[in-house]
Structure formats: C-alpha cells, structure tokens
C-alpha cells in the first residue's frame, strides 16, 4: 500500500472507534475522495472542450456482450458523478443512521455505500487506459497527456481510495472480534 505507510497503519489501528472514524474516514478517505473528485471535474471537463474526442467510443461493458458502444464524454460524465455521489456519501450525505447504531455498522456502511461507486471507476479507469484508441489522443491542454494517461491517473487514485476501504474493512472487522 504506496497511500499507507506502515507507521501510519499500526498508528491507525491502535485507534478508538470514534478517532479512527475522525482521522481515517472523515480525514484520509475524504481528503483522497475529494481530491479524486476535482481531478475527475477537470478531466471531464478537458475531455468535452475536444473536438478530438467526440468521435472516440469504448465497447461495450464485457467483450461479446451485445450492447452499444459508450462514448468517452458520456463515460467521464459518468465517471465523475461516481466520484461525487462518492464524495457526498462521505460527507455524511448517507442513509439515516439505524436506531441499533454501532461504530461497527456505521464504518460497514461507509465502506459499502462507496464500494460500489469506486469498483465502478475502477473498471472504466482500466477499459480506457487499455483502449488502443485512447492513447492516440493528446490533450494539449493537459501537457500532452494522453486520454490513457488520464485514465491511469484515475487508476491510481481508485486504487488509493480501494486500499484505504479494505483498511478500513480489517479494522471494523477486528472490532467485531474484539467486541
């Protein structure tokens, strides 16, 4: 785990409930997401302002599925409502909490409700960065970056944010064993 340094982690896990939730959900997750949040409103922005990129299509979701290709804008547009959907979930922007409340729940929740979102990104990210076609578009505005480079970018900072949920997911699991 590049994002978690060992010192961190044993730092982390020592922690009560109630701080974890502070320090690691409510500060590093939110931190992470955030940041990943505004990288993808500039990449989609950038992806739109490109004539280049109106004619640019991805398969369908699993090779020999039947469905109709996905245009990349469309694709960053629904990337980037994942990472706001996820950004709102750690906001607090979540369900109502259960009247049989534990910190337990409360963290399994979290990891749950962003999961979904963040397996999401994870797949497109990946389909993107392997698109032979995607490569062949630079994007001035970005230093030359490629569409492939943008996509990696996104990996990267998915696989940030799915390092700290499986974390957070030992920790809660230690608290049920240890309750």
């Known amino acids: 785990m590049a994002l978690l340094h060992d010192e961190t982690r ?3 896990t020592n922690y009560p409930p109630e701080t974890f939730i502070r320090e690691v959900l409510n500060r590093a997750l939110r931190d992470k997401i955030s940041v990943t949040y505004t990288m993808m409103h500039v990449y989609t922005q950038v992806v739109h302002r490109l004539p280049a990129t109106t ?5 369908p979701r699993r090779s020999g599925e039947a469905g109709e290709y996905i245009r990349l804008r469309d694709l960053f547009v629904d990337m980037r409502t994942n ?3 996820m950004l709102d979930i750690i906001q607090d922007s979540s ?3 259960p009247l049989d409340y534990t910190y337990i729940t409360y963290i399994q929740q979290v990891i749950d409700a962003l999961r979904e979102h963040v397996v999401e990104l994870e797949y497109w ?3 993107i960065r392997l698109d032979e076609k995607a490569n062949l578009h630079e994007l ?7 569409v492939q480079m943008m996509a990696a970018d996104i ?6 944010i799915l390092n700290l949920l ?3 997911g030992d920790y809660a699991r230690k608290l049920t064993h240890s309750a």
């Open 10 to 12: 044993a730092r982390w």
């Open 55 to 59: 004619s640019l299509w991805l398969p």
């Open 83 to 85: 990472t706001t959907r």
């Open 95 to 97: 369900e109502t909490l």
């Open 125 to 127: 990210a990946e389909a």
């Open 140 to 146: 001035r505005h970005l230093n030359g970056k490629s």
């Open 155 to 160: 990996a990267q900072h998915v696989h940030d």
């Open 166 to 168: 499986d974390f957070t």
